[in-house]
């Protein structure tokens, strides 16, 4: 039972380059979400899926899209990507509490 | 915005209770208080949760005001290991559990 896992653990993007982060979590959970962390901040949420086929939007959405590709994978795709969208990228899911992954740290240049 | 505020830092002695509270005076008779603390850059870890009973797990105690507009979570033994920043949210019983994180307060526990 390997819980929540993210990859990859580092990236580092020039500005304009696309990218997706990978999440799969192995908890039969329904809802899943992505964050992002900036330095001395706390998380503030993306994109989330209440369940399997649904997703909405969250504070920050400008920027990024998601994909629910099935129950256990829920992935966060960077179109074009932009130096403001250097931060640490975390996925979660859940049943009632949350359970996260070990993050994403991205840089753009 | 975050409906919840808590102290920027704190600091605690090893051995010692630390109890960090919470102030979220606007919470609604269907939001859960939820804790969860963050290590270091790991992805946030869960606590313990309450909706107006006081609670305890083997990490920690939750008690939360009769009025439900604040609460104090309460590690009673701290170690080196707990230093870590920690976040009160509170959460709605129903629907898509989305959460609103603030600042947190930072942890210090000293040897």
């Known amino acids: 039972n390997a819980g929540v896992t993210q990859t990859p653990k580092f990236q580092v993007l020039k500005t304009g380059q696309s990218m997706t982060l990978q999440c799969a979590q192995d908890m039969n959970h329904n809802s899943m979400y992505w964050y992002r962390q900036d330095p001395g901040m706390g998380l503030r949420l993306i994109y989330y899926?209440?369940?399997?086929?649904?997703?909405d939007k969250g504070e920050v959405p400008n920027g990024y899209n998601v994909s629910r590709l099935n129950k256990r994978e829920f992935s966060l795709r960077l179109e074009s990507a932009a130096p403001s969208q250097t931060s640490v990228y975390f996925c979660?899911?859940?049943?009632?509490?949350?359970?996260f992954g070990p993050g994403t740290r991205l840089t753009v240049t | 915005d975050a409906k919840t505020t808590q102290p920027t830092s704190m600091d605690c002695a090893e051995g010692r209770a630390a109890n960090l509270p919470c102030n979220h005076s606007t919470i609604s008779g269907n939001e859960y208080v939820y804790w969860y603390r963050q290590i270091h850059s790991q992805g946030p870890q869960y606590i313990i949760h309450g909706l107006k009973n006081n609670e305890t797990n083997e990490m920690a105690s939750l008690i939360i005001t009769e009025d439900r507009k604040s609460s104090t979570l309460i590690l009673p033994h701290a170690t080196l290991r707990d230093t870590a920043v920690y976040y009160c949210i509170v959460r709605e019983v129903s629907g898509t559990y989305k959460y609103i994180f603030g600042t947190g307060t930072r942890l210090k526990v000293l040897a």
């Open positions: 979660a899911s859940s049943i009632y509490e949350q359970y």
């Open positions: 899926s209440a369940s399997e086929g649904t997703t």
